[in-house]
């Protein structure tokens, strides 16, 4: 195996927690090496096609289902540079108060071993950078303004929101980081609602646009279709790098003093879980069993209607211009626990598995026919981000089958939380009610739950009995390896995770520069 030259910091992953660590740490003056399994994308590779931008989804190992509830991996993820950070929809709420103390509260899962408060100037930090849209007391959100105005609504918009409105939910700008005007040579957004398909105008703050541009000029090491295969060890078992095969199928080690998993939150497990020797006969970091353990992610149900009135569906966002946190108080006078937030008029295309035609599977020929030309001018969508509760058996484990390099396949175990099954049915009943109170003339909801939105599996926490990494995500025992991502969350919440990633990467990331000693093997 050919052994690189030593780095300070040996990063896996280049998606969005990756791209800030290499971001920050460079600045710092840190010798950094990314390690990305998949292609090195550029602006220009992001082209406004539905088919096209599937380049953009998962491409490496397949990732096995499991449970009652099978979670399909491959849409979720990215594969990349950027990650999925590259194609996600850029909205961007901060997880509340509430959502850091799940096991206080309802005896589900474990508390964060920080708050909101701990996280908040870590919040503020990153939208000032990313430059994040919205209007933070239409929030009712504490922390500072945001640093551009709200997104423009559309005709979808502003006929959902009557609906709200007569439910007795306030609405308000869907915080986004998306520029809604021209600055720092990154133009307004054209609200064409590609997002899924990525940005090539650079509007929709992604890694390619705010951090790997100032990571590479700063001398950062990226290296692409470089499959990381395990956690090197020295014969006491302390981390010394990262074993891999690069892009032209040979075998390497990179030496690094500190190393940062950033490979989202099924492969940080399944790396951890693969990397077993004398000292670590369960895998690195998982003395206790609770590497795979608790993972979690979102349910997404959409609920549809059709207007007299013109709603302009084809413009927008992919995330809607509005938002409602009405409903997000974890439990009901009746019904089932956990938060919701709605999404209120995502901008929609004709075709793909998110597009007008979908929203009606059932119908073919002439019928389907009509229905996309009256949908086309006339449809209302709103979709609910239901929170799933975290059970401690949903979980990412390794199968015996391996991909080409001899890794254990993961496989994620996920089976819902009978309040979390009956929240997604709750959240598309009040949607019907919500969209027939905006005026809608007819009204369906999409039947196939969508699971989205990875957490969990190497959850962060105080007690290494119990936990993955503290609470800086350092793993226990282990103070010169660190997890990034969503899988750092004991729960998720009800809003998308990004914005939270990065604010728990910013708090790492400059703890590893003011606090280099305690990073140390």
Avoid at 17 to 46: H, I, K, M, P, Y
Avoid at 99 to 116: E, H, K, M, N, V
Avoid at 297 to 316: A, K, R
Wanted: charged share 15%; hydrophobic share 45%; aromatic share 6%.
């Amino acid at each position: 195996m050919r052994s690189d030259a030593p780095a300070d910091v040996v990063i896996m992953g280049a998606g969005a927690a990756g791209a800030l660590f290499a971001d920050r740490l460079t600045a710092a003056g840190q010798r950094v090496v990314v390690l990305e399994a998949g292609e090195g994308w550029a602006l220009s590779d992001l082209v406004s096609s539905q088919i096209w931008a599937r380049r953009l989804k998962w491409g490496g190992a397949p990732v096995l289902p499991g449970g009652a509830h099978p979670f399909g991996h491959n849409f979720a993820v990215g594969s990349g540079m950027g990650g999925s950070a590259i194609h996600h929809y850029a909205s961007w709420p901060r997880l509340r108060a509430q959502d850091f103390r799940l096991g206080s509260t309802l005896g589900l899962g474990q508390d964060w071993p920080i708050d909101a408060a701990t996280l908040a100037p870590w919040y503020d930090r990153v939208q000032a950078e990313m430059l994040i849209s919205g209007d933070a007391a239409a929030e009712g959100r504490d922390g500072a303004p945001y640093p551009l105005p709200p997104v423009k609504v559309f005709a979808q918009a502003r006929l959902l929101a009557r609906g709200f409105a007569a439910r007795g939910f306030a609405v308000c700008p869907n915080p986004m980081a998306v520029m809604t005007e021209d600055r720092d040579d990154r133009p307004e957004c054209l609200y064409d609602g590609w997002c899924d398909a990525g940005c090539p105008t650079g509007t929709l703050a992604n890694p390619l646009v705010v951090h790997w541009p100032r990571a590479l000029a700063a001398g950062a090491v990226l290296r692409t279709r470089a499959n990381v295969l395990a956690i090197a060890t020295d014969a006491a078992g302390r981390a010394t790098g990262l074993d891999y095969v690069d892009a032209a199928g040979e075998r390497a080690h990179q030496p690094a003093a500190r190393i940062v998993l950033a490979g989202a939150a099924v492969q940080n497990a399944r790396l951890l879980l693969a990397s077993r020797s004398t000292a670590h006969p369960l895998g690195f970091g998982n003395a206790h069993a609770q590497v795979g353990r608790w993972f979690n992610c979102h349910s997404i149900g959409n609920v549809h209607g059709l207007f007299t009135e013109q709603t302009e569906p084809h413009m927008g966002l992919a995330a809607g211009g509005l938002m409602s946190f009405a409903d997000y108080g974890k439990q009901r006078e009746s019904g089932p626990r956990g938060s919701i937030t709605w999404g209120i008029a995502p901008a929609v295309k004709p075709n793909d598995l998110l597009g007008l035609a979908m929203t009606r599977a059932d119908l073919f020929g002439p019928a389907l026919h009509a229905f996309m030309a009256k949908a086309a001018r006339h449809i209302g969508i709103i979709n609910a981000i239901c929170e799933n509760l975290p059970v401690a058996d949903n979980r990412i484990e390794l199968a015996t089958e391996t991909d080409r390099f001899g890794v254990p396949l993961a496989r994620i175990v996920h089976t819902l939380h009978p309040d979390s099954a009956a929240l997604w049915e709750h959240a598309l009943q009040d949607g019907e009610t919500i969209l027939r109170a905006a005026g809608a003339t007819q009204v369906w909801s999409g039947r196939q739950r969508a699971l989205g939105h990875v957490s969990g599996g190497t959850i962060m926490g105080r007690d290494p009995v119990t936990s993955v990494t503290n609470d800086i995500g350092q793993i226990h025992g282990a103070a010169n390896v660190v997890v990034a991502g969503g899988g750092l969350f004991p729960s998720i919440g009800a809003v998308s995770p990004t914005f939270t990633v990065l604010a728990l990467a910013a708090r790492t990331a400059a703890a590893m520069i003011d606090e280099r000693g305690r990073f140390a093997a």
